[in-house]
């Protein structure tokens, strides 16, 4: 069967840890069945069948993946929301949240905190001038 793309509509109600690690195997998945997710997700951490099931339900009642209909019996899960833009929406909280919407902040925070390699920071540095070739906030 192919795969159809992705939707790209923008994350619903901000998700929870669990709920996280759950959509990050369908992610990986792509098109798939809930055997399939519970048997990806107990491959990396150890969980009732029932407990992933009902996050599988949750994330479909706040619009994260819908359950596409199969020519046999039953239905597909596929993610209706990219990983990019649930990342976006999360960055987005966190930026108005924890660092008074500075991106300045977030940006002075990972350069403290995180172990950047020199090929790292190069990369950041060359991403940054992109940036600022196409113009910047005045």
């Known amino acids: 069967m192919a795969l159809k793309r992705q939707h790209h509509k923008t994350p619903g109600p901000q998700l929870s840890r669990l709920e996280l690690e759950v959509m990050d195997v369908v992610w990986d998945l792509g098109e798939c069945t809930s055997a399939q997710v519970i048997e990806a997700f107990c491959r990396k951490r150890r969980l ?31 993610a209706t929301v990219a990983r990019d833009a649930v990342a976006r929406g999360s960055l987005r909280r966190l930026l108005g949240s924890l660092f008074k919407g500075s991106p300045r902040e977030v940006v002075a925070c ?29």
Not at 67 to 78: H, K, N, Q, S
Not at 122 to 130: F, H, N, P, T, V
């Open 48 to 78: 009732a069948p029932t407990t992933i099931r009902t996050v599988l339900a949750s994330l479909r009642k706040k619009g994260y993946m819908e359950a596409v209909p199969t020519i046999e019996r039953g239905f597909r899960l596929r």
């Open 110 to 138: 990972l350069l403290d905190d995180a172990e950047l390699s020199d090929e790292e920071l190069d990369e950041i540095r060359r991403m940054i001038e992109a940036r600022k070739q196409k113009g910047g906030r005045s």
